[in-house]
T-cell receptor, first 116, second 113 residues
Framework: ELKVEQNPLFLSMQEGKNYTIYCNYS?????LYWYRQDPGKSLESLFV?????AVKQEGRLMASLDTKARLSTLHITAAVHDLSATYFC????????????????FGQGTILTVHP | GAGVSQSPSNKVTEKGKDVELRCDPI?????LYWYRQSLGQGLEFLIY????????KSGLPSDRFSAERTGGSVSTLTIQRTQQEDSAVYLC???????????FGAGTRLSVL
C-alpha cells in the first residue's frame, strides 16, 4: 500500500526560529512535491524534487530528497508569520507502465503556525 | 494568465440528489485531475485524464462517481444519489503533461444535508 507520512502534523514556531518538516513514503519514487495551502484556499506548488539528492530553495524554505531513505524534508529558516499555512508533501510515480503517472499520493499535511 | 477555474465554489444539496461539478483547466494543459479533500481522509486522488488516453479512474470511491472531459478541455465530475459522506472539497488540477507540476483550482465545497 502506498503511504506518505508527514511529521510533525502540528508545528508551532516562534518567529526567527528554524525547523524541519519530514515526509516519509513507503515505495520507491523519484518525484516528490511540496505544496502550501492557506485556510480556505487551494494548493500552491512550492517545489518539485526529481532525483536523489535534489535540493531546492525559495526564500526561507528549502526542500531536499533522499530516494534511498524514501525521505524528503522541508526546512524553514528564520520563520516569519507569513509562512503560517498547511504544508503537504505528495509522491508521484515516474515510471509505472504509463498507467499511474499522474496520480499523486499526499501526506496528511503539517499545520504550521508562526508566532511573534 | 487564467488559472484552473472551478464552479460552483459552494454547493449544498440534499441526500439522494445528483450533483455536477465543473472544472476549466489552464489552456494548453493536456492532463486534468480530480482530488477530494476531507477532514477524515485528507487529500485523495479520484481520477485523471491525459489527452486522448483512457482516464485513470482508480481513485473513484464508488460507481456513483463519474467524470468526463469534453473536447480535451472542460471536465465535469458527477456524483449520483449523494450521501452525507460525499461532503468534502473537490479539487481540480491540470498540468502540461503527466510529469509536470499540477496546478490546483480553488475547489468546490460540497455539503450533503
Amino acid at each position: 500500500e502506498l503511504k506518505v507520512e508527514q511529521n510533525p502534523l502540528f508545528l508551532s514556531m516562534q518567529e526567527g526560529k528554524n525547523y524541519t518538516i519530514y515526509c516519509n513514503y513507503s515505495t520507491t519514487s523519484d518525484r516528490l512535491y511540496w505544496y502550501r495551502q492557506d485556510p480556505g484556499k487551494s494548493l500552491e506548488s512550492l517545489f518539485v524534487l526529481l532525483s536523489n539528492g535534489a535540493v531546492k530553495q525559495e526564500g526561507r524554505l528549502m526542500a531536499s530528497l533522499d530516494t534511498k531513505a524514501r525521505l524528503s524534508t522541508l526546512h524553514i529558516t528564520a520563520a516569519v508569520h507569513d509562512l503560517s499555512a498547511t504544508y503537504f508533501c505528495a509522491r508521484g510515480l515516474s515510471n509505472a507502465g504509463g498507467t499511474s503517472y499522474g496520480k499523486l499520493t499526499f501526506g496528511q499535511g503539517t499545520i504550521l503556525t508562526v508566532h511573534p | 494568465g487564467a488559472g484552473v477555474s472551478q464552479s460552483p465554489s459552494n454547493k449544498v444539496t440534499e441526500k439522494g440528489k445528483d450533483v455536477e461539478l465543473r472544472c476549466d483547466p489552464i489552456s494548453g494543459h493536456t492532463a486534468l485531475y480530480w482530488y477530494r479533500q476531507s477532514l477524515g481522509q485528507g487529500l485523495e486522488f479520484l481520477i485523471y485524464f491525459q489527452g486522448n488516453s483512457a482516464p485513470d479512474k482508480s481513485g473513484l470511491p464508488s460507481d456513483r462517481f463519474s467524470a468526463e472531459r469534453t473536447g480535451g478541455s472542460v471536465s465535469t465530475l458527477t456524483i449520483q444519489r449523494t450521501q452525507q459522506e460525499d461532503s468534502a472539497v473537490y479539487l481540480c488540477a491540470s498540468s502540461f503533461d503527466l510529469l509536470d507540476i499540477q496546478y490546483f483550482g480553488a475547489g468546490t465545497r460540497l455539503s450533503v444535508l
